[in-house]
């Protein structure tokens, strides 16, 4: 697992108000598909973000993927 994950949640409460909760989901369902040791059998994991406009979805994933260096597919 890259140390990094372990630092995720910290990471986005600094850049988010108000995600703490999701911001914690993100790091559990990111550190235990990173932490797999062999290939998914199954299609990548997703995550449905609803709400209005301006919470911070896009933004979450979008510190997510940059801080994991992950690429983001919409």
């Known amino acids: 697992i890259p140390k990094e994950v372990k630092k995720l949640a910290k990471y986005l409460n600094t850049k988010l108000i108000g995600q703490e909760?999701?911001?914690d989901l993100l790091q559990q369902e990111m550190t235990q598909f990173l932490s797999k040791t062999e290939p998914a059998k199954k299609e990548p994991m997703y995550k449905i973000f609803a709400?209005?406009?301006g919470i911070g979805k896009s933004e979450l994933i979008n510190q997510t993927g940059a801080f994991l260096e992950l690429p983001i597919v919409r």
Do not use: H, I, N, R
Request: no cysteine.
């Open 51 to 53: 709400g209005f406009p």
């Open 21 to 23: 909760a999701v911001a």
